[in-house]
């Protein structure tokens, strides 16, 4: 199953300031590459904690665009998305999963939204193999993770990630803000997941970076 991780970010690898501003750090010509991303997969994928920030529909919106909308994915292990959010209000519109360790909440099974329940890990985290298994069985085989750093970094500490779409902004917003990939426990260098950079893009005065796994 093919994965791709896709990083909106500052210079420094920051999605947002400590205040979780972060509309907009890239610039329109880079999000619309983003929306040309989505649809050439069959799912676009967040945690919940950027659904809940961000309200956000993945949808591709594009001028004359007419194809398939990629289905949407939630990580939400307790469920905490509500009926009012985007998601769950269009979910009859665009396909709209989400994947909790707990039991699917009739609230959400009501408005459309399919309640995946996977089994947990660590701090009752969705397992991602069998995220992946789940998703497969819904015909969602080609997957866009858009985040947020939380969820970029269990992706890659599982070494689910195949490629990667990388949009930098000439901004820096330091230490304090939050990154674009949490921790990943990293015993040593040699550990740290690794890419090989196939292309480079100007967008405007963003830059694009596309990798593959090594």
Do not use: N
Request: proline residues 6%; hydrophobic residues 45%.
């Amino acid at each position: 199953m093919p994965v791709t991780l896709k990083l909106a970010t500052s210079l420094d690898g920051r999605i947002a300031t400590a205040s979780g501003e972060s509309r907009w750090i890239t610039g329109g010509a880079a999000r619309e590459a983003v929306h040309r991303l989505r649809a050439e997969h069959d799912a676009v994928v967040v945690g919940v904690e950027t659904a809940l920030a961000d309200d956000p529909e993945l949808t591709v919106r594009l001028v004359g665009y007419a194809g398939l909308q990629p289905a949407r994915v939630v990580l939400d292990s307790r469920q905490r998305l509500t009926p009012d959010c985007k998601l769950v209000r269009t979910a009859r519109q665009t396909p709209t999963y989400l994947v909790a360790t707990t039991s699917p909440d009739p609230a959400l099974v009501a408005a459309g939204v399919r309640v995946l329940q996977v089994p947990a890990v660590g701090e009752d985290r969705p397992e991602l193999k069998a995220v992946l298994q789940a998703l497969a069985a819904e015909g969602l085989v080609r997957l866009f993770v858009e985040g947020g750093g939380r969820v970029a970094a269990s992706f890659l500490r599982c070494g689910l990630v195949d490629a990667l779409e990388w949009f930098r902004a000439p901004t820096v917003i330091g230490g304090e803000g939050r990154p674009g990939v949490g921790a990943l426990a990293l015993a040593g260098l040699a550990d740290a997941p690794k890419f090989r950079r196939t292309e480079v893009r100007e967008l405007g005065e963003d830059l694009w970076e596309r990798y593959e796994r090594t």
